[in-house]
């Protein structure tokens, strides 16, 4: 049984931290003495799993690199003449984000990425800093730059106002496009307690435990250290386009149901394309309407045995493509997947202002997904790869397309298809669009705080 040590995690590995503002800063380093001395400034300022949030103490901070970050620093030479270190790190967060297994083609390829200020590989570090208060993120931005500024590392700025990436807790959890969101995560067996099927192993969400909690640790010494207690992370900045979102929705349930009251039209397509009602009512559960108590429309104790022709909740709408729950697999996907669906923890914030309606005002706003796991390719990329080609699935195989909301119909396996039933009728949705655009994408880790104090002080 694993013991993990909480004041050594990083706190967003526990729980989400569901704070009004968080300020997303990239910085890169000159050289390794001054992302080791800006790792010395800032690591004691680190949040870990142990600190109560509830009296809601601010800043937050949590720190991530990207592998030419951890680089820099040192803590990973090689010429120790010990293992290479890159067998502790898995190459996919060693490589650039892949836009290929994300299928980030079109308008969300690389080249559009950081509206053009920076590359990927430029980004050595990522810190991610929650307030409370506006005033209080002030002072921290200032603070981090000053610290910044006088080290000569450089701050990348995916913007052309200068202000850092700001996240804001959607109201009451309902996001762009007016889901709510924050209602299923997967429920991890922290205490790595044996006979619980019922959660998710740690070790799909903690680096450094080994694969499998019935095989010894690698033995990857002296960089497992590096590794150890710490998640992968990957930043997705995702842009949403609100105004095409709505009009879409407007139209495709007026010609769907003519003789729907328009309102009721669109939160029915809405629902089919997402798994659950805007409010967050699960449709597996309430096929017919959205539920006013949160006792029912927050409700994640369901799987889709009760629906197994996707009558209820569509086969490729959002959820049931991220979390097939009980859904079997096709034997390709059983067989790479043996422990069953792909999980990650999701600790994202939206950001941007709330538009209604259907007239663009040229505003960016979406969403800063963060997606942690152990292995990027077999968690990450395989609910990517889903979303945007879904033949995952045991019944529908190759027949269903691509998720409906955040598929890219720019590549090579799109479909514009959304084939869904409701009220009793079978219907085929044509002329899909893109409603969401990739800005940028980071493979970050995580490190746990001993990590990063190594990090700062390589050999001490
Ligand atoms: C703009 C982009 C996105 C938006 C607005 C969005 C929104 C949502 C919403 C509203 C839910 C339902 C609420 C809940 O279950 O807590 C959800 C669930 C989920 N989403 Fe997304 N999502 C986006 C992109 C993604 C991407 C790229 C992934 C890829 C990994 C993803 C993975 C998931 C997962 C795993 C769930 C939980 C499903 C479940 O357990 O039933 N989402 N998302």
Redesign the pocket.
Known sequence: MVQIERSNVQGLIFQSFNYPLVGHFFFQFPDGAAAREFLKEWVPHVTSAAVDIKAKPEPLLNIALSWQGIQKTGAVDDRAGAMPATRAFRSDFRDPPNPKAMRDSGDSAPANWWKGQFVSEDVDVAMFCYCQSAATLAEQTAAIRASASRLGIKELVPSSDGEPLTGRLAPKGV???G????????QVNWEDAPGRPDLVDLRRFVLGYGEDPNKPIPNREPWTGLVRDGSYLVL?W?Y?DVAKFNKFLRERSKALWPNMPADEAQELLAAKM???WRN?TPLVLFPNAPQPDPADFMR?DFDYTMDPDGERCPFSS???I??R?DDELNDRNKSMFPSGTP??L?R?SSYGSTLEGENDDGLDR??I?L?LCTDIESQ?FA??RW?NETNFHAKVDNQHGQDP??GNRTTPDRSDEFEFQAKGEKHVLTGLQDF?RTQGVLNLLLPSVSALKQMATPGA
């Open positions: 996001l762009h496009f889901y709510r969101d924050g209602i299923s995560q997967p997705r995702i949403q997402m798994g659950r967050g994640n959002h959820i049931r991220a979390n729950r999980r990650v999701r994202g979406g969403l997904g997606f990450f609910l990517m979303i909301l955040f969401i």
